[in-house]
């Protein structure tokens, strides 16, 4: 041990040379211990500093990744609402798309259905008036030019409308990329549209027909007959002309 005040030597608890008590000395601070002391605390606070870089690293990066995490969450979220709206989207089109096409598909047949309801609606009118003016079979021995007036045209209606019937629900053939399509037209327009003006020629011409010459007794009674259909016959017949129409805007 080296005595702090003669710098010698010395060993126990007294300097031997100067006499001054060691244990006070010992007890004081040790510039080598003190200089380990603070490097200890440097290193001590150092590390601690480390240790909370280190720490607040790790927190941002828990927290950057609990970020990321709510962003996929959200991101997966949103994404599938997107999808599930773009679906009912596509779906509810598809729907309606094959909806329109089941019913644009079907109006030919329901134009032909309601031709045949007109058509027979008449026709029955005509066949329960055939006798008014005489008998069918003396038609030529009596010569009874109304009479064969009345049945001409009866005869020429029903046959009409027969015609018309099968002429709505047919479509008409297209050439297309090498293939043949049948491709709805409206037909069947111009037959609704004859019924329609019959009903109101017999409604506002009938009344100003004279009843002489021949044959306009005939041509007279076959309006009477389709003005007794009542307004029933003229509304369908407007309306199939309505459908023929957007048939053929539609196809």
């Given amino acids: 041990m080296i005595c702090p005040n003669c710098k010698q030597e010395v060993t126990g608890n007294f ?31 150092t590390k601690k500093q480390s240790n909370q870089k280190n ?4 927190k941002q990066a828990t927290k950057k990744k609990k970020s990321q995490t709510a962003g996929k969450i959200s991101r997966g979220v949103t994404g599938t609402v997107s999808r599930g709206i773009a679906t009912a989207g ?17 109006l030919p047949w329901v134009c032909g259905a309601l031709m045949f309801y007109i058509t027979a609606k008449l026709s029955l009118g005509l066949w329960s008036q055939r006798h008014v003016f005489g008998s069918i079979g003396r038609i030529i021995q ?7 007036a009345y049945l001409i045209l009866s005869l020429g209606l029903t046959a009409f409308g027969i015609l018309q019937i099968f002429w709505t629900i047919s479509r008409k053939k297209m050439p297309d990329n090498g293939k043949v399509r049948r491709i709805d037209t ?15 020629a017999a409604h506002y011409i009938n009344p100003l027909l004279p009843e002489h010459p021949y044959p306009l ?16 016959f003229a509304l369908l017949s407007f309306l199939g002309v309505i459908l023929c129409f957007v048939r053929k805007i539609g196809r």
């Fill in 15 to 45: 300097c031997s040379n100067c006499g001054i008590s060691l244990e006070q000395k010992e007890s004081g601070t040790d510039p080598a211990k003190g200089k380990r002391q603070t490097e200890n605390k440097s290193s001590h606070y």
């Fill in 55 to 58: 720490q607040g690293t790790k």
């Fill in 90 to 106: 596509s779906v509810t089109v598809g729907t309606i798309n094959t909806a329109w096409k089941i019913c644009f598909n079907l």
């Fill in 142 to 148: 009596e010569r009874n030019i109304n009479q064969a």
């Fill in 186 to 200: 409206g037909r069947g327009m111009l037959g609704f549209l004859l019924f329609f003006l019959l009903a109101l």
């Fill in 217 to 232: 007794p005939g041509l007279k009674l076959v309006l009477s007959v389709t003005s007794t259909l009542g307004r029933s």
